[in-house]
């Protein structure tokens, strides 16, 4: 499934781009250097915005030809229309957020489909870590607790829940290994990203 | 350059053979498509870049941005930086003798407007044998003039960059301009505008124009900052002289603008800042105006800019979104407010210096094409 054409783009990145239909209008919600958008732009003919907070990535964006705005998740998604794409990526940045529900909504109301991924919390190193009596620090949770950008921590169980409450539906859930592979066997256990394909209801 | 065809101004008024000075910075290429026009604020010129022989101290209002090596690199581009009629740095304006009267137009010098000027430097551009503008660049004021010609001239601007500008004045804005506008007028010296013909100037009224006017473009953590409540000297001085660094700071701003600036232009200038509106023609929507554009876009905004603020600059991008517009949108957290668009950010002046790579990039690219395709 994983072709060449892939091979410049992160492991996880690249088995979710296999969900974005071609030609598709996308909007990259945490687009960061524009790694993604610019993949699906030049590989799917997809077009669309990434919308990235962080100063220092902006200019990569602008070098890979990606249209990207700057400007907070949690408060920058008031210009766009109701229903004016066909994907929302909320990728590994939904547990950066404060209000995380309202976020979601947002993204129900502005896109057809959804693609959210995280940090999956009930993945089994964290379990041990917190048995042990310590906060989780792994290659997909990296930080700790007193220094980290993340501010949610939610397992798939839990995530399946909200989206049923902001009228998503879950179309698939996947969980990854860290090499981006996914995980059949004991996937709320061995997957370390939570990644969920869904459809506004 | 001379233009001996009048000018039909966007109030119906004629601007009957003018002049329009201007530079340039780097070579035109072969097929004349790395040509950027810069246009200026309220109170810069055509001088752009570098410096002139023998004045050193005389350089380019945006000489951090355009230059070899630069963000906007005159290595590549061919970089045109145009004087606005109505201003007062040689191109025709009211110091200037009305061919009708024989007299300096002073104050009957035509309002002109923002689209006046874009028709004006599309002139420019059409005796320079300039097709289509690989990018329009201003700041400010001159950010309104680069987003008027994706309206005005949709298929010869490639590139728009708009840079703490607004798609509209707010009521505050007109209001600090107004402000402005009657120190002016009211001065004993301006004579309704003929102060020329009396030997005079209206200084007073300029200084306080440029006071109010140099409070906007500065933050109040800026100020504060800069200022604080530092005293020139020792001690209260207990009367109406200087007491505060930030006053010795203001009049001195307005002293220096005094002696350069002409009145008649700052009414002028503040006037098409306060008129321009595209969306007005448009019941308000300001998508409907820009949906015949063609251009990308990059926008900066800057956070402490209370002046042009980052919302107007949302604005533009929700518009623009609205019409599918490829575009790029950065909202520096910078703490100079409006000011800080002619000043040194590393974050700014890269991603200005990205988005002419990535139109660099276009050109040869486009060559390159067109070099295979005739081979």
Not at chain 2, 1 to 15: I, K
Not at chain 2, 28 to 52: E, I, P, R
Not at chain 2, 226 to 249: A, V
């Amino acid at each position: 499934m994983i072709t060449e054409r892939f091979a410049g783009l992160r492991a996880d990145l690249a088995f979710i781009a296999h969900w974005v239909a071609p030609g598709s209008r996308v909007l990259d919600l945490g687009c960061g250097d524009g790694a993604m958008m610019e993949y699906l732009q030049v590989d799917k003919h997809c077009s669309g915005y990434g919308v990235e907070i962080d100063d220092a990535p902006i200019p990569r964006c602008v070098q890979r030809g990606v249209s990207v705005i700057q400007q907070d998740i949690e408060s920058g998604l008031a210009m766009f229309s109701d229903a004016a794409f066909d994907t929302v990526l909320c990728l590994s940045a939904l547990q950066m957020m404060k209000n995380v529900e309202a976020v979601l909504r947002d993204i129900t109301r502005v896109g057809q489909e959804a693609i959210v991924s995280f940090p999956n919390f009930a993945h089994w190193p964290h379990r041990i870590a917190l048995l042990s009596g310590r906060m989780p620090v792994s290659d997909s949770l990296p930080y700790a607790w007193y220094d980290t950008p993340n501010l949610r921590f939610a397992t798939i169980s839990d995530f399946e829940e909200l989206a049923d409450e902001v009228g998503l539906s879950v179309l698939e859930c996947v969980s990854l290994k860290d090499d981006g592979t996914p995980i059949t066997f004991l996937p709320e256990w061995r997957g370390s990203l939570a990644v969920f394909r869904l459809r506004k209801k | 350059m001379h233009f001996a065809e009048p000018l039909a101004l966007q109030s119906g008024a004629l601007l009957a053979d003018y002049t329009l000075v201007y530079e340039t910075y780097g070579q035109l290429n072969a097929d004349k498509s790395n040509a950027v026009l810069v246009c200026h604020a309220l109170n810069a010129s055509h001088h752009v870049a570098g410096v002139y022989e023998g004045q050193p101290k005389n350089v380019g209002w945006w000489d951090n941005m355009v230059g070899p090596g630069k963000p906007l690199d005159t290595d590549r581009f061919f970089v045109i930086g145009v004087n606005n009629p109505g201003s007062c740095f040689g191109s025709t304006g009211p110091m200037h003798t009305n061919p009708a009267t024989g007299k300096p137009y002073g104050a009957s010098f035509p309002v002109v407007t923002v689209e006046d000027w874009v028709h004006a430097q599309a002139r420019l551009a059409d005796a320079l044998g300039i097709r289509q503008f690989a990018a329009v660049m201003g700041g400010s004021l001159g950010g309104m003039q680069a987003l008027s010609w994706t309206m005005l001239y949709p298929d010869r601007i490639a590139n728009c960059l708009v840079i703490a500008s607004t798609p509209k004045l707010t009521a505050q804005n007109i209001a600090f301009n107004d402000v402005a506008r009657q120190a002016i007028l009211t001065d004993p010296d301006f004579h309704d505008g003929d102060y020329y013909a009396h030997g005079v100037v209206p200084r007073n009224g300029l200084r306080v124009a440029r006071m109010i006017g140099h409070i906007t473009y500065l933050s109040d953590d800026d100020m504060a900052e800069k200022f604080g409540r530092d005293l020139r000297g020792t001690d209260y001085q207990f009367g109406y002289g200087i007491d505060f660094e930030i006053e010795s700071y203001l009049r001195y701003q307005g002293d220096k603008f005094s002696e350069y600036f002409d009145a008649n232009t700052y009414l002028l200038i503040t006037k098409a800042l306060d008129y321009f509106d595209p969306a007005r023609a448009f019941n308000g929507d300001l998508a409907a105006a820009l949906a015949n554009t063609q251009a990308e876009f990059l926008l900066v905004s800057f956070t402490t800019d209370w002046r042009f603020a980052p919302e107007r600059s949302r604005e533009m991008v929700q518009a623009l979104v609205r019409n599918d517009r490829r575009l790029t949108y950065a909202e520096i957290d910078a703490p100079h407010g409006h000011d800080a668009f002619l000043l040194d950010d590393p974050r700014y002046m890269n991603v200005v210096g990205a988005y002419y790579e990535k139109i660099w990039g276009r050109i040869t690219g486009r060559q390159n094409d067109s070099h295979r395709k005739a081979a």
